[in-house]
């Protein structure tokens, strides 16, 4: 059996670096013939695994959710199907928290050459592709602003410290949104399409019920507040993580599309993903099997 392993020697501060030796050891000893590869810049591994999935008989990866989302990415585009393990380095990794695999990179590392499979959704945005959440607006622009040293140096408080600086000026996005029959035309200032039971860290900001292989999304649009009684409001939702207001918009589907007049920019994973006026969303269905904890005991859901 052949693996190629590939990981990101930036994520999580290159910690990697410390369990390296024992982490390709478990490999090694789970008789599996290890190719390593290390990327070189944001993209390598969506090409990397591109042009070499059908020479190996499993792809494990470490790095950040971005790195997952690279050979993902490069795995559809081989139209090869061959399991993924994770072995999650980054600040967040909030993928790998829904998916239960281990903090610890031993650990996860473990789990990675084990045949715990999990048939996993995965998002079609506009022929790209995303894991677990696609997004736009307020903070979404943090994310792949803040400089990669700053996030392995502050990880969360990075995300917050950057955001803090932008409250006082507010941007919103006038967006037409169709799914399942139903047109919403509005002003956002967020929106998130999400596959994950945590998104930026925070458990439970997606909802209850949240299942990884549904084939649905789980999307949530916050409007522009007119006022600051309604930027309270909106705050107070967030901050309890319920629902209960005119001001967020909160559904599942297998499919969306959002038409602006302006360009909006959108991050996959958090990482760029180009300006949009016009932009589909498919939920593909099971696309990707991931080796995870989560296979043993089927769907994930959060109550």
């Given at each position: 059996?052949?693996?190629?392993?590939?990981?990101?020697?930036?994520?999580?501060?290159g910690?990697?670096?410390?369990?390296?030796?024992?982490?390709?050891d478990?490999?090694?000893?789970?008789?599996?013939?290890?190719?390593?590869y290390?990327?070189?810049?944001?993209?390598?591994?969506?090409?990397?695994?591109?042009?070499?999935?059908?020479?190996?008989?499993?792809?494990?990866?470490?790095?950040?959710?971005?790195?997952?989302?690279?050979?993902?990415?490069?795995?559809?585009?081989?139209?090869?199907d061959?399991?993924?393990?994770?072995?999650?380095?980054?600040?967040?990794?909030?993928?790998?928290?829904?998916?239960?695999?281990?903090?610890?990179?031993?650990?996860?590392?473990?789990?990675?050459v084990?045949?715990?499979?999990?048939?996993?959704?995965?998002?079609?945005?506009?022929?790209?592709?995303?894991?677990?959440?696609?997004?736009?607006?307020l903070?979404?622009?943090?994310?792949?602003?803040?400089?990669?040293?700053?996030?392995?140096?502050?990880?969360h408080?990075?995300?917050?410290?950057?955001?803090?600086?932008?409250?006082?000026?507010?941007s919103?996005?006038?967006?037409?949104?169709e799914?399942?029959?139903?047109?919403?035309?509005?002003?956002?200032i967020y929106?998130?399409?999400?596959?994950?039971?945590?998104?930026?860290?925070f458990?439970?900001?997606?909802?209850?019920?949240?299942?990884l292989?549904?084939?649905?999304?789980?999307?949530?649009?916050?409007?522009?507040?007119?006022n600051?009684?309604?930027?309270?409001?909106?705050?107070a939702?967030?901050?309890?993580?319920?629902?209960?207001s005119?001001?967020?918009?909160s559904?599942?589907?297998?499919?969306?599309?959002?038409?602006?007049?302006?360009?909006?920019?959108?991050?996959?994973?958090?990482?760029?993903?180009?300006?949009?006026?016009?932009?589909?969303?498919?939920?593909?269905?099971?696309?990707?099997?991931?080796?995870?904890?989560?296979?043993?005991?089927?769907?994930?859901?959060?109550?």
């Amino acid at each position: 059996m052949k693996v190629l392993f590939i990981f990101n020697p930036h994520s999580g501060k290159g910690l990697i670096r410390n369990d390296l030796l024992e982490i390709v050891d478990i490999m090694v000893k789970a008789s599996y013939e290890v190719t390593i590869y290390t990327t070189q810049y944001q993209g390598d591994a969506i090409s990397k695994v591109e042009k070499e999935a059908k020479n190996f008989d499993r792809i494990i990866c470490s790095g950040g959710d971005g790195t997952l989302d690279e050979v993902v990415t490069g795995l559809i585009k081989s139209g090869v199907d061959i399991p993924v393990g994770y072995i999650p380095a980054g600040s967040t990794n909030d993928f790998a928290n829904s998916l239960e695999i281990p903090k610890g990179m031993v650990e996860a590392a473990a789990v990675a050459v084990t045949d715990q499979r999990f048939p996993c959704d995965v998002g079609d945005f506009n022929g790209d592709t995303f894991v677990y959440v696609a997004a736009f607006g307020l903070f979404t622009e943090v994310s792949y602003q803040t400089s990669q040293e700053l996030k392995n140096i502050l990880g969360h408080v990075a995300y917050i410290l950057e955001g803090a600086k932008s409250l006082h000026d507010i941007s919103s996005h006038k967006m037409q949104v169709e799914h399942d029959g139903v047109v919403i035309q509005d002003d956002f200032i967020y929106g998130m399409v999400t596959n994950s039971v945590s998104v930026g860290g925070f458990k439970g900001i997606t909802g209850s019920d949240v299942h990884l292989d549904d084939g649905v999304f789980e999307v949530t649009l916050i409007k522009n507040p007119r006022n600051p009684i309604e930027l309270n409001e909106i705050l107070a939702c967030l901050t309890s993580l319920i629902d209960d207001s005119d001001l967020i918009y909160s559904f599942k589907t297998n499919e969306i599309k959002f038409t602006s007049k302006e360009p909006v920019g959108w991050t996959l994973d958090g990482e760029f993903g180009g300006e949009h006026t016009e932009l589909t969303i498919k939920n593909l269905q099971k696309r990707i099997e991931i080796i995870a904890p989560i296979a043993q005991h089927g769907a994930i859901e959060k109550k």
